[in-house]
């Protein structure tokens, strides 16, 4: 059996960091689990979640916002329990913790080409909008990417 739960567990830490490891090909600095699990705890807003099974993290979804807008990211799951329904529970648990904060409007981003993960948002309702995603990486606030003195 598979529970969703706030993550409050350190115990879950390398679990979590090893799933994203396997799930997603970031390589910035800024992306690196630790400082994404340490950010995210930092805020304490109940809005980071995982899927645990036999006592090992199988998924997780976080989710911000605003007071306006919500947005959904780190959603993995492990790839040997994909297609089980589990990515599908995951967002509509983070998305129930926004609609109960009042949350109007739920984004997400995903890499350009991704098809297979921008099938599986279109089959929970959400749909591709046009707009121009932008960024901007602040180096002073990124363990190992701060600028050269």
């Known amino acids: ?25 970031y390589g910035d600095a800024h992306n690196a689990p630790a400082v994404t699990i340490d950010k995210k705890l930092a805020l304490n807003d109940g809005l980071f979640f995982v899927a645990v099974a036999d006592n090992r993290v199988v998924g997780t979804a976080m989710a911000g916002y605003d007071g306006h807008r919500g947005w959904l990211y780190a959603v993995a799951v492990d790839p040997l329990l994909r297609h089980q329904k589990l990515g599908s529970a995951l967002v509509r648990h983070a998305e129930q913790a926004l609609i109960e904060r009042g949350c109007m409007k739920i984004n997400l981003q995903i890499v350009e080409g991704n098809d297979a993960v921008a099938a599986f ?29």
């Open 121 to 149: 948002y279109e089959t929970l309702g959400y749909a591709t909008e046009q707009r121009i995603s932008m960024g901007k990486k602040i180096a002073a606030n990124v363990p190992g990417d701060r600028p050269k003195t």
């Open 1 to 25: 059996m598979t529970l969703i739960s706030t993550y409050a567990d350190d115990t879950h830490r390398s679990q979590v960091a090893d799933l994203w490891a396997r799930v997603f090909a």
